[in-house]
């Protein structure tokens, strides 16, 4: 029951979040390790077999770190499990994500770039698929997510 | 490997034991001193080969007599003069020994001046010339061009004399990194692939083991040399023992291992990778070339060094003489054609869950399981060598030409279909243009600051060392439309006739209409070593013993798959930690399997294929479409 109340919550503030038309970014430096962890929060992304793209403000990131993370928040808003596969269109960016997405619930998949020799203007694309587990004869879907700013 | 019909030039040399033990009346001959005894001359062995002769009395000396030379062609000239008395010199005073030696010491027909100039003093003693000195690079006239019908020259690799002369006209320095020259012999060079003609690049080495000066192809990267006549046998790399240490951290250019030489210190002990017993299994030896998978030494002082490798169909752990591992592939023995043989069965191995995935990938799949099934000689490998250097050579003076050869090697292998008539060859574009292009014309530099720069769809993909695509709209008709515009704006540039510029005039509405992915290669992809492990977070460790692709083709395979629901759909990874992504292997990946690897044993990740990628630093699923070029081009398929 207690379960329930806490996932409800959070649906609702997700919801709140997703339905605005910015996609907000907020930085927060984590303890560094290795000069690392430069971490962007992304707005959560909506799974729900309508929207067909996300696109970010522009960022701005000063980082003097070798890696830059965008950290994002998934949100399964359907009743069924989903599976995931990500494809980072650059060879200097890598998605890690889980697998499944279970109905009603949230995932957090992270987009790591590698800011050695790429700073500057950035513009990269993160193929987001997903698929009802439950139901294969349904097509796979396909999220791009285009992550876009300026990291100095 | 055949010979053919081209000669070339061979020559033998002096053994250095003959300037061992002629090293003081050489130096007494040369230079007017004798060494023995002196405390102000040094005199040691060169470790190619040759002798190092240094004055520091003269070197040091305050005694100012002006300059003996004009300028640096006077200077040249009274050296080659010298030089040519002192040939004479030491001819008359061998002449008598039991090996005759009639040919000049100083071989002036070879030696050609790549810097002379002059050494100042100190400034409390003005601006005032002390010494000169030249620098000669040794350069052998190869062989003559049929297509050209030029002589074709070379030069001899780490080899060359340098002398330092001092105002008053004493020899105070002379490096003599040379074997005396001692007689030239014609013998065919190998051929190269069908067309004898087209020639790859030759340098030629000083081998002091064998007394020889021999010609060698320089392979697709340039560390690697490929033997071009019977008589080229490659060096052994100098290592110094005396300055052992064995470091114990992570480091990303020493994982992925290969055994250069087979020790006769230690016997090799060898147990299953995947047993967690501390029981050894029988002995047993793993040829030269060998790829093996270094870990951490039990510490900095240890000479030997833990490494799992795969040999004849299961894992092993073994330890190995820190001293006979070598960081690249460029080893060739009799058994070069069974370590190559062992690699593709190690692949087979990694890929079988591949297996019955897509149809076009079963014909990958049986041309790597048909090859396995051979065992290449070591002339086989030797021409295969050739054949991949000369098929897939990577000439960065014409992008299109070379994208264009390597698209056509790749898909001939592997070009899935993506409707009943078209492939993915058809609808996918790689751009040969690059930002030292746009760099090249004071215009296009404007364009690419005005317009692509600014542009959100363009932007500039060309930093970095691996590549990016683009494959959604609407920046995908941008990056069209840009081109299609820049096709007119070349025109009015300096760069109208270069190799782009004709590329983008092969461009048309129509042709681009079919393109549903732009792929982009970094300026600094087509600067990758052979030897180099990443691509930014790509792994192009593809070698297959001796064989390897080059690293831009490598990374192209990576670019298609990422950017496509068709090439390679099926592969996937996984994080250190067991969490999901692509096919990106940054080296943090290896660093943390490798950590792991060292504290719980191989076992603990054998069972995971992605962390096999990750401490092999290679993609099984590009590892697999990569030998399938190599057995393309060096099977001549």
């Known amino acids: 029951m207690k379960t329930h109340s806490i996932i409800a919550i959070a649906y609702i503030l997700i919801s709140c979040s997703v339905f605005r038309n910015e996609r907000s970014i907020s930085t927060y430096h984590s303890p560094s390790q290795n000069g690392k962890d430069t971490v962007q929060l992304l707005d959560?992304?909506?799974?729900?077999?309508?929207?067909?793209?996300?696109?970010?403000?522009?960022?701005?990131?000063?980082?003097?770190?070798?890696?830059?993370?965008?950290?994002?928040?998934?949100?399964?808003?359907?009743?069924?499990?989903?599976?995931?596969?990500?494809?980072?269109?650059?060879?200097?960016?890598?998605?890690?994500?889980?697998?499944?997405?279970?109905?009603?619930?949230?995932?957090?998949?992270?987009?790591?770039?590698?800011?050695?020799?790429?700073?500057?203007?950035?513009?990269?694309?993160?193929?987001?698929?997903?698929?009802?587990?439950?139901?294969?004869?349904?097509?796979?879907?396909?999220?791009?997510?285009?992550?876009?700013?300026?990291?100095? | 490997m055949q010979e053919s019909n081209i000669q070339t030039i061979v020559i033998t040399t002096q053994p250095q034991s003959f300037i061992e033990s002629n090293l003081e009346q050489l130096c007494y001959l040369i230079t007017g001193v004798n060494p023995l005894n002196n405390k102000n001359i040094s005199v040691s062995l060169l470790d190619n080969g040759g002798f190092q002769f240094i004055n520091i009395d003269e070197q040091n000396s305050n005694k100012y007599l002006g300059s003996a030379f004009k300028n640096k062609e006077d200077f040249l000239t009274k050296i080659n003069d010298f030089l040519g008395k002192k040939n004479e010199a030491i001819t008359r005073a061998f002449s008598n020994q039991k090996n005759d030696f009639s040919f000049p010491f100083f071989p002036r027909q070879y030696m050609k001046p790549i810097a002379a100039f002059p050494n100042f003093a100190n400034e409390k003693f003005g601006r005032m010339i002390k010494s000169w000195t030249a620098i000669y690079k040794l350069e052998i006239s190869a062989y003559d061009n049929p297509t050209t019908r030029r002589s074709e020259s070379a030069n001899v690799a780490n080899a060359g004399i340098e002398i330092t002369v001092s105002s008053g006209g004493h020899i105070i320095g002379l490096k003599y990194n040379l074997l005396p020259l001692e007689s030239r012999k014609g013998l065919p060079l190998y051929k190269v692939v069908a067309d004898e003609n087209e020639i790859p690049q030759l340098t030629y080495l000083l081998n002091k083991e064998t007394n020889s000066v021999a010609p060698?192809?320089?392979?697709?990267?340039?560390?690697?040399?490929?033997?071009?006549?019977?008589?080229?046998?490659?060096?052994?790399?100098?290592?110094?023992?005396?300055?052992?240490?064995?470091?114990?951290?992570?480091?990303?250019?020493?994982?992925?291992?290969?055994?250069?030489?087979?020790?006769?210190?230690?016997?090799?002990?060898?147990?299953?990778?995947?047993?967690?017993?501390?029981?050894?299994?029988?002995?047993?030896?793993?040829?030269?070339?060998?790829?093996?998978?270094?870990?951490?030494?039990?510490?900095?002082?240890?000479?030997?060094?833990?490494?799992?490798?795969?040999?004849?169909?299961?894992?092993?752990?073994?330890?190995?003489?820190?001293?006979?591992?070598?960081?690249?592939?460029?080893?060739?023995?009799?058994?070069?054609?069974?370590?190559?043989?062992?690699?593709?069965?190690?692949?087979?191995?990694?890929?079988?869950?591949?297996?019955?995935?897509?149809?076009?990938?079963?014909?990958?799949?049986?041309?790597?399981?048909?090859?396995?099934?051979?065992?290449?000689?070591?002339?086989?490998?030797?021409?295969?060598?050739?054949?991949?250097?000369?098929?897939?050579?990577?000439?960065?003076?014409?992008?299109?030409?070379?994208?264009?050869?390597?698209?056509?090697?790749?898909?001939?292998?592997?070009?899935?279909?993506?409707?009943?008539?078209?492939?993915?060859?058809?609808?996918?574009?790689?751009?040969?243009?690059?930002?030292?292009?746009?760099?090249?014309?004071?215009?296009?530099?404007?364009?690419?600051?005005?317009?692509?720069?600014?542009?959100?769809?363009?932007?500039?993909?060309?930093?970095?060392?691996?590549?990016?695509?683009?494959?959604?709209?609407?920046?995908?008709?941008?990056?069209?439309?840009?081109?299609?515009?820049?096709?007119?704006?070349?025109?009015?540039?300096?760069?109208?006739?270069?190799?782009?510029?004709?590329?983008?005039?092969?461009?048309?509405?129509t042709s681009l209409n079919d393109i549903k992915r732009i792929i982009f290669l970094c300026d600094n992809t087509w600067k990758l070593s052979g030897f180099d492990r990443y691509a930014d977070y790509i792994a192009i460790e593809n070698s297959f013993g001796a064989f390897r692709l080059p690293p831009i083709l490598n990374v192209i395979i990576h670019e298609l798959t990422v950017n496509s629901d068709t090439f390679l759909p099926f592969a996937s990874g996984s994080t250190p930690e067991g969490g999901t992504t692509d096919t990106h292997i940054g080296y943090e990946f290896t660093q943390d399997t490798w950590e792991k690897v060292n504290s719980s044993g191989f076992s603990s990740i054998q069972k995971n294929q992605d962390f096999v990628d990750h401490l092999y630093q290679s993609h099984r699923a590009y590892a697999s479409i990569a030998l399938a070029v190599i057995i393309s081009k060096a099977m001549n398929l």
């Open chain 1, 44 to 152: 959560t992304l909506v799974l729900d077999f309508f929207n067909k793209n996300y696109v970010t403000n522009y960022f701005s990131v000063k980082t003097e770190s070798n890696e830059l993370i965008f950290k994002q928040t998934i949100f399964n808003s359907t009743l069924d499990t989903l599976e995931l596969q990500a494809k980072a269109s650059a060879g200097w960016v890598a998605p890690k994500f889980s697998r499944t997405v279970l109905p009603k619930s949230c995932s957090v998949i992270i987009y790591s770039y590698l800011v050695t020799n790429h700073k500057g203007y950035v513009n990269t694309t993160i193929t987001l698929e997903y698929k009802n587990l439950s139901n294969i004869e349904v097509n796979n879907n396909y999220i791009p997510i285009i992550l876009r700013g300026w990291i100095e």
């Open chain 2, 216 to 509: 060698f192809y320089l392979a697709t990267t340039e560390e690697s040399y490929i033997p071009a006549t019977r008589e080229s046998i490659l060096p052994t790399p100098i290592t110094n023992e005396a300055t052992f240490f064995n470091p114990t951290d992570f480091d990303k250019g020493r994982i992925v291992v290969w055994l250069k030489r087979v020790g006769v210190k230690k016997k090799l002990k060898v147990k299953d990778a995947a047993s967690t017993s501390k029981k050894q299994s029988d002995t047993i030896t793993i040829p030269i070339g060998a790829k093996i998978i270094r870990l951490k030494p039990n510490s900095e002082n240890d000479e030997t060094t833990p490494c799992v490798y795969w040999w004849k169909g299961s894992y092993h752990l073994s330890s190995f003489s820190e001293l006979n591992i070598g960081i690249n592939n460029v080893v060739l023995s009799n058994f070069a054609g069974q370590v190559i043989q062992n690699d593709v069965e190690h692949l087979l191995s990694r890929i079988s869950s591949y297996e019955n995935k897509q149809t076009e990938y079963e014909a990958v799949v049986k041309s790597i399981k048909d090859f396995s099934k051979k065992v290449l000689s070591k002339n086989q490998v030797q021409d295969g060598l050739v054949a991949i250097a000369t098929s897939l050579k990577i000439n960065v003076g014409d992008k299109p030409a070379t994208i264009l050869s390597l698209k056509n090697s790749l898909f001939k292998v592997y070009n899935p279909s993506v409707s009943s008539t078209a492939h993915f060859s058809d609808e996918t574009l790689i751009l040969p243009l690059s930002f030292g292009w746009f760099k090249s014309d004071k215009k296009l530099l404007e364009r690419f600051n005005s317009v692509w720069l600014k542009s959100v769809s363009l932007g500039n993909r060309f930093e970095g060392s691996s590549g990016e695509g683009v494959r959604y709209e609407p920046m995908l008709s941008d990056i069209k439309t840009e081109l299609l515009q820049l096709k007119d704006f070349v025109d009015q540039t300096s760069a109208k006739n270069s190799p782009e510029a004709k590329w983008l005039q092969t461009l048309s509405s």
